[in-house]
């Protein structure tokens, strides 16, 4: 396989998992040519690591995207926020550069979901949505196609993630409460760092104005427990993972790199 020119944008907790899987030797199909972050600092921080590390090489501390865009990685790996997602991705199609993301949220408005699918088609590039902080895409996009189905998107966390919401309230420190309730459209839009993974099971299922989402906020809870369920007439199919951090969601970035390049696919 032919090496692949990779560039990072956000680097910050979970980028920092693509740094370590290099460096252990696992993404040996790729070099890390660029990074971009708000703060010019880490993408520094991040490229001095991959100029230093065995398995890295040349690489570049971009000052704005446009500096990122201008290297003309084949892959870009979208790892900050869901507003990052929408700035970069038509520009980085249209560039010739592939996503790899985990800021699904921001794909969550179907006329820009529209416009991002007919930009990569032209360009002969691909948005890849990283299964994240869950999985269960191939379930949901079979029974898609097989029938009409409900999904319903169901997490459970603790009262901290929460804090700097609009939901927030002191009563949620001591006693269990719902949230929220809505659908995937409005659930990313309040919780734009909280349920990217809600959209990106409603864009591979029914769609985020279709997937019913609630939130349940525990007490002393640790982590994250998302439950998904697709019910159509022949299929029954519930996912449900626990995550004690969101490490999970990094490493999802590299088992996608992996496959991109991967003789044999999963
Ligand atoms: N799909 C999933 O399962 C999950 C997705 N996420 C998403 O992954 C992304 C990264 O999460 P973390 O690493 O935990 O966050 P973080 O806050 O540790 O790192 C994000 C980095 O991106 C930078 N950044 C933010 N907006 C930017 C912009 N517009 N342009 C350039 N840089 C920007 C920040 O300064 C920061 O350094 C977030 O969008 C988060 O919501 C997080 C957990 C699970
Ligand atoms: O970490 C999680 O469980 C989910 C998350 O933050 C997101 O989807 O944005």
Redesign the pocket.
């Known amino acids: 396989m032919e090496t692949k020119t990779l560039a990072i944008?956000?680097?910050?907790?979970?980028?920092?998992i693509v740094l370590q899987a290099l460096d252990k030797g696992l993404l040996p199909d790729y070099k890390i040519i660029g990074t971009?972050?708000?703060?010019f600092e880490?993408a520094q921080n991040f490229a001095n690591f991959i100029q230093q590390s065995k398995n890295g090489g040349s690489c570049i501390a971009c000052c704005s995207?446009q500096d990122l865009l201008d290297l003309k990685p084949d892959y870009i790996a979208?790892?900050?926020?869901?507003?990052?997602?929408k700035?970069?991705v038509i520009p980085a199609l249209k560039n010739g550069s592939s996503i790899v993301?985990?800021?699904?949220?921001?794909l969550a408005d179907a006329e820009f979901y529209e416009l991002v699918k007919k930009t990569a088609s032209e360009n002969r590039t691909r948005v890849h949505i990283?299964?994240?902080?869950?999985g269960g895409f191939d379930v949901l996009r079979t029974v898609s196609l097989m029938e009409s189905s409900t999904v319903t998107f169901d997490t459970t966390k603790g009262p901290r993630p929460l804090r700097r919401t609009p939901v927030y309230d002191d009563i949620i420190e001591t006693e269990t409460r719902q949230v929220f309730e809505g659908n995937a459209v409005e659930a990313i839009t309040l919780f734009?760092?909280?349920v990217?993974?809600s959209v990106?099971a409603a864009l591979a299922s029914t769609g985020p104005e279709n997937v019913k989402v609630s939130i349940t906020s525990v007490p002393d809870y640790v982590g994250?427990k998302h439950r998904i369920a697709i019910k159509s007439q022949q299929v029954h199919a519930v996912i449900d993972i626990y995550s004690q951090t969101?490490q999970?969601?990094?490493w999802?970035i590299v088992n996608t790199l992996r496959n991109i390049t991967a003789p044999i696919a999963f």
């Open positions: 944008v956000g680097c910050g907790k979970l980028a920092s971009y972050s708000r703060t880490k995207l979208e790892i900050a926020s869901p507003d990052a997602l700035e970069l993301t985990l800021s699904i949220g921001g990283a299964s994240g902080a869950i734009p760092h909280q990217n993974v990106a994250d969101a999970i969601a990094g999802s």
